[in-house]
């Protein structure tokens, strides 16, 4: 059953921890045991652009009922943290027999995608219990509305706020995710135990409003859909020197990075940053021989804005975790055209001879930020005071937001009142901008930032031209 309401899910945000108090359009659905499950599509952040397909994803998502027939839920025993995979079953081997699919395809892990017609979503909750990696589910809405206010080109994706029945999560998905992801995924493992313990006991999870609603019947977190290819060593770095603060001063040190860090006119910064970066040995293998202007440019303005996002919300494990997708571009008619391409695929004989494929960067995995005792890299290792580009117009909106949250107006409002954040969590955020808007405004001060990342200007003509910025104006 499903129930769709135009108006806000408004609770007032506690003190301590997180909680179901969101602010939204909200669509109420009812799990086979009668309990009321939503899902939630955040109001707008005020100041924020979003496209047409950012509202058909909301709306899509929140469309997904659990119980249909032709829905099947899967836990995701990969990589380090939880969560539940939702599939299209609506045709496919298993078609509209969801047991069997989850009896059946679930344990194949990922190739259960193979088995569906189509991945739905991936829902995610928050879980910060010892041994298990560490992941905050309003993390990922905070990246999806910021991202669209400082309508930033790196990809992150739609995600909505979802609640669902603890029972029947905890038969269906968490009880077969403890027995299927074994040992040898440890964190993994953890976590699955954790919520298998918790949600026949809530209390035993701390603070508990991080993941159960306020009457208990439900436990939380996002949905999303994320899909890419992973980075090697030319953009997540090459990790050699561990977790932590050496894996993030590594990620400092590839091609791009560099770039952003030199000062110098931008085709003269792409130049250094290339030559510098291929002194690494496995750097300069996973870029591969060629790599052009075009796509240095992009990466630049990119990971300018992954520094960003990541240094106000005390992003703790970006390193590793950045994708991508390819297209091809090229210039006609004095604009730039754009078409996806396929992996690893140097043809396509629908896009114009010379068109150049570039990696464009999704940033995907965005769940280990938002909370107050995670370790803000970002900042530790200084990454905004050594950058040398900038965008002007992220540049400005960061200004703006600044102001904003100082004088606690709608974005400090929305910020507070919409995904459930706690006081320390607001409050975290509020210090990271305003630390972060006085380092920018510090180097754009002393004249060491040039305003030139404009990718599009230099695909079709060859180089940028800086923007004049008054570094104090909003």
């Known amino acids: 059953m499903r129930l769709v309401l135009s108006v806000a899910a408004l609770l007032l945000p506690t003190a ?56 099947a839920l899967c836990p995701k025993t990969w990589s380090t943290s939880p969560g539940m995979m939702v599939y299209d079953i609506s045709a496919g081997p298993y078609a509209n027999d969801r047991a069997a699919f989850e009896r059946n395809a679930c344990k194949e892990g990922k190739s259960a995608k193979d088995l569906a017609k189509d991945d739905l979503a991936k829902f995610k909750v928050t879980m910060n219990q010892k041994g298990t990696s560490g992941t905050f589910a309003p993390s990922s809405l905070l990246y999806y509305h910021f991202s669209r206010y400082f309508d930033m080109i790196v990809h992150v994706p739609v995600s909505v706020w979802r609640s669902m029945d603890k029972e029947r999560h905890a038969t269906e998905v968490a009880k077969p995710g403890l027995a299927i992801s074994g040992t040898h995924a440890r964190m993994n493992h953890e976590g699955w135990r954790w919520l298998v313990e918790s949600e026949a006991n809530p209390s035993l999870y701390s603070p508990t409003d991080d993941l159960f609603t306020t009457d208990r019947k439900n436990i939380y977190g996002v949905m999303v859909l994320s899909p890419g290819h992973r980075y090697g060593a030319e953009i997540n770095g090459t990790r050699k020197s561990g977790w932590g603060k050496g894996q993030n001063l590594d990620f400092q040190e590839t091609p791009a990075f560099l770039a952003l860090r030199t000062e110098a006119p931008l085709r003269d910064a792409i130049a250094r940053g290339l030559a510098e970066g291929r002194k690494d040995s496995t750097i300069s293998k996973d870029l591969g021989p060629d790599v052009s202007e075009e796509q240095m440019a992009y990466w630049m303005r990119e990971l300018s804005e992954i520094v960003l996002l990541d240094f106000i919300f005390s992003q703790q494990d970006r390193v590793g975790n950045i994708d991508f997708t390819p297209y091809y571009y090229w210039a006609e008619g004095g604009d730039l055209e754009h078409k996806k391409a396929k992996h690893h695929e140097a043809g396509d004989g629908t896009v114009p001879e010379g068109a150049q494929l570039i990696r464009r960067t999704n940033l995907n995995d965005n769940d280990a930020g938002g909370r107050v005792q995670y370790a803000n890299f970002a900042k530790s290792t200084q990454m905004l005071g050594k950058l040398r580009h900038f965008d002007a117009g992220v540049y400005r909106k960061l200004v703006a937001l600044d102001a904003d949250l100082q004088s606690q107006g709608p974005i400090y409002q929305w910020t507070a009142n919409s995904l459930g954040l706690s006081e320390g969590e607001v409050s975290q955020i509020v210090k990271n901008t305003e630390l972060a808007t006085r380092i920018l405004q510090d180097s754009c001060r002393r004249g060491d930032l040039i305003f030139d990342l404009n990718p599009k200007e230099f695909f079709l003509t060859g180089d940028t031209t800086p923007d004049d910025v008054d570094c104090d104006a909003d």
């Open 16 to 71: 301590l921890c997180a909680s179901d108090a969101v602010e939204g359009d909200v669509t109420v659905f009812e799990s086979p045991n009668g309990v009321a499950e939503r899902c939630v599509r955040i109001k707008p952040l005020p100041g924020a652009e979003y496209s047409k397909d950012d509202l058909e994803d909301e709306a899509a998502f929140c469309a997904i009922n659990f119980y249909a027939s032709d829905v």
